[in-house]
T-cell receptor, first 114, second 116 residues
Framework: DAGVIQSPRHEVTEMGQEVTLRCKPISGHDYLFWYRQTMMRGLELLIY????????DSGMPEDRFSAKMPNASFSTLKIQPSEPRDSAVYFCASSYGTAVRGYTFGSGTRLTVV | AQSVTQLGSHVSVSEGALVLLRCNYSSSVPPYLFWYVQYPNQGLQLLLKYTSAATLVKGINGFEAEFKKSETSFHLTKPSAHMSDAAEYFCAVSGNLNFGNEKLTFGTGTRLTIIP
């Protein structure tokens, strides 16, 4: 089991550019979560999917953020246009059946917008 | 809405001493509670979880936590700290699973430092 795989591990981009973060959940997991971690706000849930369908996107900060899950093995989080305040570590996590089992987190993508 | 409060953003203990990390929760429904650990430059790893079975829960690396409903607490303990325990620890509470709310709400984290 390769775990949850995120790419890239680090991303540095200029303000105004489009950024795409990628996630491959564990095979067989039917829930996928995107979290953002900053010093000021801690871990914030952005959006989560069940069976590729977005269930709760109330944490998405604004229209500049969008997330998709075209199939069970891939998800993207896109920021367009990016701003310096988007700098954070973005985590993807997946779980099987219910969150009660606990999530498995990826190693995260550290995004820096300059 | 569910929430957790972690008391103490930084905790330092000597190697071999007791580790106690505090977490209090607020929930309108019987909660499921979790502790996760995050090592530098890594994702979060599940340490243990309470899912309404035994109130004393044992996890990995010698950690355990006790669910106390009367105190709305779920504190994490380890009898003897090891240098490898240095990390950040997060308490989390589930949403209302009866309504299909599968999201976890995390606390602000406690950074544990071990003094040699």
């Amino acid at each position: 089991d390769a775990g949850v795989i995120q790419s890239p591990r680090h991303e540095v981009t200029e303000m105004g550019q489009e950024v795409t973060l990628r996630c491959k959940p564990i095979s067989g997991h039917d829930y996928l979560f995107w979290y953002r971690q900053t010093m000021m706000r801690g871990l914030e849930l952005l959006i989560y999917f069940n069976n590729n369908v977005p269930i709760d996107d109330s944490g998405m900060p604004e229209d500049r953020f969008s997330a998709k899950m075209p199939n069970a093995s891939f998800s993207t989080l896109k920021i367009q246009p990016s701003e310096p305040r988007d700098s954070a570590v973005y985590f993807c996590a997946s779980s099987y059946g219910t969150a009660v089992r606990g999530y498995t987190f990826g190693s995260g993508t550290r995004l820096t917008v300059v | 809405a569910q929430s957790v409060t972690q008391l103490g953003s930084h905790v330092s203990v000597s190697e071999g001493a007791l580790v106690l990390l505090r977490c209090n929760y607020s929930s309108s429904v019987p909660p499921y509670l979790f502790w996760y650990v995050q090592y530098p430059n890594q994702g979060l790893q599940l340490l243990l979880k309470y899912t309404s079975a035994a109130t004393l829960v044992k996890g990995i690396n010698g950690f355990e936590a006790e669910f106390k409903k009367s105190e709305t607490s779920f504190h994490l303990t380890k009898p003897s700290a090891h240098m490898s325990d240095a990390a950040e620890y997060f308490c989390a509470v589930s949403g209302n699973l009866n309504f299909g709310n599968e999201k976890l709400t995390f606390g602000t984290g406690t950074r544990l430092t071990i003094i040699p």
